[in-house]
T-cell receptor, first 114, second 114 residues
Framework: AQTVTQSQPEMSVQEAETVTLSCTYD???????LFWYKQPPSRQMILVIR??????QNATENRFSVNFQKAAKSFSLKISDSQLGDAAMYFC???????????FGTGTLLAVQP | DGGITQSPKYLFRKEGQNVTLSCEQN?????MYWYRQDPGQGLRLIYY???????QKGDIAEGYSVSREKKESFPLTVTSAQKNPTAFYLC?????????????FGDGTRLSIL
């Protein structure tokens, strides 16, 4: 069975600094995607970034980048130049196989200090 | 604007009552999903549908039912058999059910017991 583990329940970062959120996963699928979703206090789930397991190059979206280590089954999210609007719950998720079922971790609550 | 609309935003259920959560999308997406979110946990898949008139159980389908009579609509009924229905419910959709398609989420419905 697929599992996703986020071992940091809470993190804090100073505005304009860099923070890294950790995620490990386990899957028996040969191809799959990994995702980071952001959930602000409004509770809407917003896709931040995604990575296909077959691609070795780490995905980047503006200030957000990932460090994908396939052998270690690790998928961390780096947020550079942190802004107050980055404060939210961040969820790591994976999918794979014939369907698009997402398996989520338990989330990391990120606080941004001014 | 294209998007996913969930209603109502807040819903209250009496003991022994069935309630239905609405999810409508105008993104022309084939696949739709229902997730449940409990405090301190990630999202868990209840049901998903890859095409009209077809749907499959997710990981926690007991006590829930769905229908998919129209492409744009995927209502979720929380039946009286669901003994612990208090949670935040999120609906999502994707272009199709393939695992390379990102899911887009609605704003959610919070269900509470009276």
């Amino acid at each position: 069975a697929q599992t996703v583990t986020q071992s940091q329940p809470e993190m804090s970062v100073q505005e304009a600094e860099t923070v890294t959120l950790s995620c490990t996963y386990d899957t028996s699928e040969s191809d799959y995607y990994l995702f980071w979703y952001k959930q602000p206090p409004s509770r809407q789930m917003i896709l931040v970034i995604r990575q296909e397991a077959y691609k070795q190059q780490n995905a980047t979206e503006n200030r957000f980048s990932v460090n994908f280590q396939k052998a270690a089954k690790s998928f961390s999210l780096k947020i550079s130049d942190s802004q107050l609007g980055d404060a939210a719950m961040y969820f790591c998720a994976s999918n794979g196989g014939a369907t698009n079922k997402l398996i989520f971790g338990t989330g990391t609550l990120l606080a941004v200090q001014p | 604007d294209g998007g996913i609309t969930q209603s109502p935003k807040y819903l209250f259920r009496k003991e022994g009552q069935n309630v239905t959560l609405s999810c409508e999308q105008n993104l022309n997406h084939d696949a739709m999903y229902w997730y449940r979110q409990d405090p301190g946990q990630g999202l868990r898949l209840i049901y998903y549908s890859q095409i009209v008139n077809d749907f499959q159980k997710g990981d926690i389908a007991e006590g829930y039912s769905v229908s998919r009579e129209k492409k744009e609509s995927f209502p979720l009924t929380v039946t009286s058999a669901q003994k612990n229905p208090t949670a935040f419910y999120l609906c999502a959709s994707s272009t199709h059910g393939g695992f390379n398609q990102p899911q887009h989420f609605g704003d959610g419905t919070r269900l509470s017991i009276l």
